[in-house]
């Protein structure tokens, strides 16, 4: 592979990590504020939220931006295929999150709340506090799991035309004609990109054990 | 404190200049019943603290005592009656509809809770257990909140774990960690709820040796016991609660040696043994 080639990767690589991270920390909030909403049983909203949970979990990636790219200029909007892409990773990503933060706060000790209540906190303060410095300890390894489908799935978004680190291999190797380099390299960027998220993890594991009453 | 007079529970108020005037309530409990599920746990429950007094609550596992206690500070809503602290009603506002959460959350505040299994925060290390609350619900400074803190971990011989985390400790640590919490809040009443029950034999007295100390400081305390020796030694006024009715209340000399019912009798009696 020659210089330009290896730019082409880099540039590749970038695309995917910015579009991933994006997504990513969009999808944590929102899979939390899900939850949290969830937690409050409005009628009707409730309902929704379960319908979006369930398409969302449903569809495959693939489709999901196809349809959101091609669907966008029949409602008139005009959507860049980035912005499509993102908004795809992060309507699928957050109705995995919710169920995650949703199971965080069912299992959330009882005892620890009423601690806080009787120390005069207010539902906000206990939040805020108590329970979600804990739920984020305890979720992490759900979340970033969650974070690692992402990345091993963002390749999807290459169908509406965007090059990503995957994309990219291809288009060098119509060049090149000779695949497998550009290939291998991509293989390794998304292992070291996974390998993060893993070392995140023991980090968090780490730090949960003290958390074993 | 701003007092309002809104009910009979004021007894005498602090307008009476002299320090010869009889004792403030601190808790008034008025006519309390609470059922979970059609089953009757407490019934027309009636009970006076005044301010700087020990009242142990007795009574077989299932008598209510617990949950008693959990209504003082709103962890149960009773389905009706009504409690006073300090002069303030809590759960039920002026209008007479429930308390909206930050009202609810600032008379709560006036109460402090031990809780049998001591439900420490195990994300926060000792020092910050006791902090967490003054600085989140009083407002106080971080270094008011540490230095009063580190005051309180002496008082209950825990400063030398300032720094250590809940789960490096043992029960007995656990416990003393969670009064100087409860009384970091400045409270006008500590609630103890069992808290020695879920502490191994021999850790059960530096609790109670603890709590004992705070008795003589003059601190107001309502405890739900099951150790009688503590209870006869600590308290202003035993309270025996059966099947969730007070069926005695009594100075702990005439409690212990003198009884008037015979249910109680056969309590004391089994319990020697």
Do not use: F, M
């Given at each position: 592979m020659n210089a330009s080639a290896w730019h082409m990767l880099l540039e590749g690589a970038w695309t995917t990590v910015w579009i991933s991270g994006i997504s990513i920390a969009m999808g944590v909030t929102a899979g939390l504020i899900l939850a949290l909403i969830r937690l409050a049983r409005i009628p009707v909203v409730d309902q929704l939220l379960v319908l979006y949970i369930s398409l969302a979990r449903a569809t495959p990636l693939v489709t999901l931006a196809l349809f959101i790219f091609l669907s966008a200029p029949t409602f008139g909007i005009n959507l860049d295929r980035n912005v499509a892409g993102i908004l795809a990773l992060t309507l699928n990503t957050t109705a995995f999150n919710a169920e995650i933060w949703r199971s965080a706060f069912r299992n959330f000790s009882r005892d620890q709340r009423e601690a806080a209540m009787a120390a005069g906190m207010t539902p906000w303060v206990t939040f805020r506090r108590i329970m979600l410095p804990q739920m984020m300890i305890t979720s992490l390894p759900g979340l970033i799991n969650e974070m690692s489908f992402l990345i091993k799935g963002?390749?999807?978004?290459?169908?509406?035309?965007i090059v990503d680190l995957t994309r990219v291999t291809n288009r060098i190797s119509a060049v090149?004609?000779?695949?497998l380099p550009p290939i291998l390299v991509a293989c390794a960027l998304y292992m070291a990109a996974i390998g993060c998220l893993v070392w995140l993890q023991r980090i968090a594991e780490r730090r949960a054990n003290r958390l074993a009453v | 404190m701003f007092e309002k007079s809104?009910?009979?529970?004021?007894?005498?108020?602090?307008?009476?200049?002299?320090?010869?005037?009889p004792a403030r309530t601190a808790v008034s409990i008025r006519h309390l019943s609470k059922s979970f599920d059609g089953v009757e746990?407490?019934?027309?429950v009636d009970l006076e603290v005044r301010e700087g007094d020990v009242v142990t609550i007795l009574g077989s596992?299932?008598?209510?005592k617990s949950t008693l206690l959990r209504c003082i500070n709103w962890l149960e809503r009773p389905d009706s009656g009504s409690i006073h602290i300090g002069g303030q009603r809590i759960g039920v506002n002026d209008a007479g509809r429930p308390m909206p959460v930050r009202e609810l959350a600032r008379v709560r505040a006036r109460t402090g809770m031990v809780f049998q299994s001591f439900n420490?925060?195990?994300?926060?290390n000792v020092l910050h257990n006791v902090t967490e609350a003054p600085i989140h619900?009083?407002?106080?400074s971080k270094a008011e909140a540490e230095t009063h803190a580190r005051e309180l971990l002496e008082k209950v011989g825990m400063s030398a774990k300032a720094?250590?985390?809940?789960?490096?400790?043992s029960g007995g640590q656990k416990q003393r960690v969670a009064i100087a919490r409860a009384l970091a809040m400045q409270p006008e009443v500590m609630l103890f709820d069992?808290?020695?029950?879920?502490?191994?034999p021999e850790l059960v007295g530096e609790v109670l040796a603890v709590i004992r100390d705070l008795s003589a400081e003059g601190y107001t305390m309502i405890v739900v016991t099951h150790e009688m020796a503590f209870s006869r030694a600590v308290s202003d006024k035993v309270v025996f609660l059966d099947k969730g009715l007070i069926i005695e209340q009594a100075d702990p000399e005439t409690f212990f040696t003198?009884?008037?019912?015979e249910r109680v009798r056969k309590f004391l009696e089994r319990e020697e043994s």
């Open positions: 963002s390749p999807a978004i290459a169908v509406i035309g090149t004609y000779d695949p | 809104t009910s009979e529970s004021v007894r005498s108020e602090q307008t009476t200049p002299e320090r010869t005037a746990v407490l019934r027309d596992s299932g008598s209510g420490l925060w195990p994300h926060l619900v009083l407002g106080k720094d250590a985390y809940p789960s490096t400790l069992e808290p020695t029950s879920a502490l191994d003198n009884p008037s019912t």
